[in-house]
Structures are given as C-alpha cells and as structure tokens.
C-alpha cells in the first residue's frame, strides 16, 4: 500500500470552485442570505491560513501555557458564536455558554488526552488542539441549537421543563445522527486522515471511537449545563 499523502496545491482547490458557486447562486436566487454565505466562506478561507501559521508556531514553541491561552481563545469563540441563534440575549447568556462548554468540554478532553491517551508533556499540541476543536466546537454547536429552540419554547408557552426537553433533543439530533452514520455513510475526519496517512483501520477505528464518544459527551453535557444555568438564572424572564 502506497501510503504517502498527496499534497494539494493552491491552484487545485479552484475545483472545487464550479459547485461552491452553484450553492451561492441558489442562494442569491432564493434570497436566503448570499451575501452572508460569501461572508463566511472568505472567513473559513482567512481564518484557516492564519491557523496554519499559528499552528506551526505553537507546535514548534512547546510550551504549555501557550496551549492553554489557545484553549482558553477557543472557549471564548466557542461561547460567543453559540449564541448567534438568539442575538438579543446574547451578552447576557455569554456566561452561561462559556461555564457550559468549559466544564462539559473541559472535563471531556481531560479524560481523553490525560486518561485515554495518556500525552506526554500533558499539553501536547498536536493532540491536545486539534482535539479541543471537536470537543469545543461540538458543545458550541449543541449549545447554539439549545439556546434557540428552548426560547422559542417559552415564547410560545412551554413550561421550563418543556421547553429544557424539546431543546435538548434538538440539539442532541445531529450528534445522534452522527453516531447512527459513522461506518454506514461516512468516515469521519479524524479516521479519513489517519487512513489517508497509512494508519491500520483497525488503530484508526479506536480513535474514531474515542472521538464520537468525546462528541456526544462534550455535547450532552455542555447542552445540559447550559439549560441548567438559564433555569437558574431565569434568562427567559429577560427581555
């Protein structure tokens, strides 16, 4: 088996250009947002390159306080783009997201890298990060979906604990989806790149394992905490 990764060229990601502006087009067309949706690929595309860089340079730098900073960094977008789904509420329920994705994400990726994986230094950055991404990235998107459903909930009359049910299986939907998919439609990120490098399907299966056990626990504890805090702090009472 060859097992060298092919290297992709700059000018060859244009491929991929002709459906990319297919979708933009579609929606122009319907008036469902274009300009928005160009607006967040020049974002991925800007945000991405600068990580390269940045990346380079924490992984050379080895040192644990720097990895910190860049989790803490993390927790802080992850927060505040969770609650893009409920703009009016959005400093005052900032709080809430970060307490609930630092401690269901936080305690999640302790396990994994410090129990699971056992890294060594304990802030490796190669793992440690990319690892944090789909922990924080996961709880934000669960966060993001229970904030919006559990205030449209309560503005349409639910009780709390109504309204905390209907938010927590909505959020958890796309997880569990994943869980039923992973093997039958797709094969996940972190698998693809291991198979792709020459790693055995056998070690890339564990870690794939780990990983969709780190997501739906990530994100059914974030997602609980944080409905736990708004019950807490009454937030559907503020307008």
């Known amino acids: 088996m060859h097992h060298s990764i092919v290297t992709i060229g700059w000018v060859h990601l244009f491929w991929l250009l002709p459906p990319v502006l297919i979708v933009i087009g579609i929606?122009?067309?319907?008036?469902?947002?274009?300009?928005?949706?160009?607006?967040a690929l020049g974002r991925m595309l800007l945000q991405l390159t600068l990580i390269g860089y940045v990346?380079?340079?924490?992984?050379?730098?080895?040192?644990?306080?720097?990895?910190?900073?860049?989790?803490?960094?993390?927790?802080?977008?992850?927060?505040?783009i969770a609650l893009r789904t409920v703009p009016k509420r959005r400093r005052g329920l900032f709080p809430l997201g970060l307490g609930a994705i630092a401690?269901?994400?936080?305690?999640?990726?302790?396990?994994?890298?410090?129990?699971?994986?056992?890294?060594?230094?304990?802030?490796?950055?190669?793992?440690?990060?990319?690892l944090a991404g789909m922990v924080f990235a996961n709880g934000m998107?669960?966060?993001?979906?229970?904030?919006?459903?559990?205030?449209?909930?309560?503005?349409e009359g639910?009780?709390?604990?109504?309204?905390?049910?209907?938010?927590?299986?909505?959020?958890?939907i796309p997880v569990l989806n994943a869980l039923f998919a992973?093997?039958?439609?797709?094969?996940?990120g972190m698998m693809t790149g291991q198979i792709l490098s020459g790693v055995s399907p056998l070690i890339a299966v564990r870690y794939q394992i780990m990983v969709m056990l780190m997501i739906f626990s990530a994100a059914g504890i974030s997602t609980a905490l944080f409905l736990a805090f708004l019950r807490r702090a009454r937030m559907h009472e503020v307008a």
């Open 27 to 39: 929606f122009a067309r319907w008036r469902i947002g274009g300009a928005n949706a160009l607006y």
């Open 55 to 80: 990346l380079i340079f924490i992984f050379r730098a080895e040192s644990g306080s720097i990895v910190l900073g860049v989790l803490g960094v993390m927790l802080g977008f992850a927060a505040w």
């Open 103 to 130: 401690a269901g994400g936080g305690a999640t990726l302790l396990l994994v890298t410090q129990g699971v994986l056992h890294l060594h230094p304990w802030y490796r950055p190669d793992y440690m990060i990319p």
């Open 141 to 155: 998107n669960s966060v993001s979906l229970a904030a919006e459903r559990y205030f449209s909930e309560i503005e």
């Open 158 to 172: 639910a009780n709390w604990v109504e309204a905390r049910n209907r938010a927590m299986h909505a959020a958890m």
């Open 182 to 188: 992973v093997g039958l439609v797709s094969l996940p």
